[in-house]
Each structure stands twice: as C-alpha cells, then as structure tokens.
C-alpha cells in the first residue's frame, strides 16, 4: 500500500518547482527555501492542510 496519496505527491512537487524557481518561502519568516528537505516538508505540510493521504508527523520528544 502506498505511503502518500496522490495529491500529496503533486503538492511536493509544486513545492520542489517553486524552490528550483526561488519563490518558495517559509511560513513564519518568509525567507526563500533553497534546502530540497525543507522544500519537501513544506510541500507534505500543504497536503496535511488540504486533506491528503499524508503520515502523521514523528514527534521530536517522544517519552517513555
């Protein structure tokens, strides 16, 4: 079974587009993307947000 839907892929590769034109910015800062990472993150957050068949986020401080 496939990890991310569909429209999950087309709103990273938007996103990937947009940083290999240099109008992709950061939410907060606003400053332009230039890391494919942060690219790509930005582009799962957008589907989260739109609804797509996106994993949930590993939490940074997991307790045991």
Same mark, same amino acid.
């Given at each position: 079974? @496939?990890?991310?839907?569909?429209? @999950?892929s ?9 940083r ?20 790509? @993150? ?7 947000? @739109? ?14």
């Amino acid at each position: 079974m @496939a990890k991310y839907g569909k429209k @999950a892929s087309e709103k990273v590769e938007k996103a990937m587009h947009e940083r290999k034109r240099g109008t992709l910015k950061s939410g907060s800062s606003g400053k332009k993307v230039k890391s494919r990472k942060q690219a790509i @993150a930005i582009g799962l957050s957008e589907a989260r947000r @739109a609804g797509a068949k996106v994993p949930r986020k590993k939490s940074s401080s997991k307790k045991k």
